[in-house]
């Protein structure tokens, strides 16, 4: 079995992987879940109307046969002990096949929110708060643009990496979301996979409206604290989460983050609880709309 | 030596300031108006002197011209501590 994902830019190939193995069609549509582009092929099948695809080369072989193993073209094989670290690893492969060939778009580390404001950029490291704050967001009926990685084109708009949002099980149970509508490889794992396609969905293009450092701290004052940010602040955080290779960044970088910056809203979220955190956005998408209105 | 700003450094204009970006490094600073002349000046063959000359006469309501000297020194002694001109 194929499992192909497209790619953002127009012209560039998609990312194709074969499945072998005796459970290759169940694995097959388990990974077609890890971004939205994913699609299920039968490679025995002839599909003459998408002939590309029939003895094409793939980019990546995932062997489920005699345990967790993939390898690229030419490379030698990774194999897994677990399910989980197995799916995980091939998601940031895929990602990483995907942000390669997308040389249009600059790919950033953050969680994007959609609102008719625009859009909220939320940057911070791992472990800030922005699966969080996209599970919470999605659950609370927003569409997002990702938990973990967003689009940024030419002209300053966001689009949505639609990779399901990966949190904890507890997360999941806090949201009173089914976990049963969770991409569960495993009903054991300590972490889920959420498709916003259950919720709001993923969101179309926008401009970005606020840019937000995500600050988790159990220590965070009741309530939470909003902090307004610097600018040069924002773009420092901003440059710093983009994903390429330094010496791969596609042109403009710099300039669309500015761009970006300059147009927006920056500002530090200092929060305990995702509870907290929603109700400070909301009071900015209000304020923001309130300015529209009037 | 007159001093020498790195190559590929970019200097962009934000809104009221200016930002001085290492795309190796994805460091960024952030520069005033007469830190950002004073850096695109550093030419190498500018002396302090003269680059003070130029943003005294460049800048609006500019202090003294002493002051104005003393200040690139200091703005170009911080370059220095960041790494940002050229070693001989």
Known sequence: ?294 | MPPRTRSRLILRPMGEEWVLYDPETRDLHALNVAAALTWSLLDGERTLEEVAAVVHREMQQAPDLDVVADHVRDTVASFVDAGLLESE
């Open chain 1, 1 to 294: 079995m194929r499992v192909r994902f497209r790619v953002p830019e127009g012209q560039a190939p998609p990312v194709d992987v074969l499945v072998r193995g005796p459970d290759a069609g169940v694995w097959a549509k388990a990974l077609a879940r890890l971004h939205g582009t994913g699609e299920v092929w039968d490679a025995r099948s002839h599909r003459p109307h998408r002939p590309s695809l029939d003895g094409s080369e793939v980019d990546l072989c995932v062997d489920v046969a005699d345990g967790l193993m993939w390898s690229v073209p030419g490379g030698a094989p990774a194999s897994f002990d677990d399910r989980a670290s197995f799916v995980s690893a091939l998601e940031a492969r895929i990602s990483e096949m995907i942000l390669a060939r997308s040389t249009g778009y600059v790919f950033l580390h953050a969680a994007g929110l959609a609102g008719p404001w625009g859009a909220t950029l939320v940057l911070g490291a791992s472990g800030a708060g922005k699966s969080s704050l996209a599970l919470a967001w999605a659950a609370d009926g927003g569409a997002i643009f990702g938990d973990d990685v967003v689009l940024l084109d030419g002209s300053g708009l966001v689009h949505a990496h639609p990779r399901p949002i990966k949190v904890a099980r507890a997360q999941v149970e806090a949201a009173e979301l089914d976990p049963t509508t969770t991409l569960e490889f495993d009903s054991e794992w300590s972490e889920l996979w959420v498709e916003p396609g259950h919720l709001a969905g993923w969101a179309d293009p926008q401009p970005v409206a606020l840019v937000v450092l995500a600050r988790w701290d159990p220590d965070a004052p009741p309530g939470g604290e909003m902090i307004p940010l610097k600018n040069s602040e924002a773009l420092q955080r901003m440059v710093r989460s983009v994903l390429h290779p330094a010496d791969q960044d596609p042109a403009g970088t710099l300039e669309r983050c500015i761009q970006v910056i300059e147009e927006a809203s920056a500002v530090t979220l200092w929060f305990n609880t995702t509870a907290d955190a929603l109700r400070h956005l909301r009071a900015i998408a209000s304020a923001a709309q309130s300015a529209t209105s009037s």
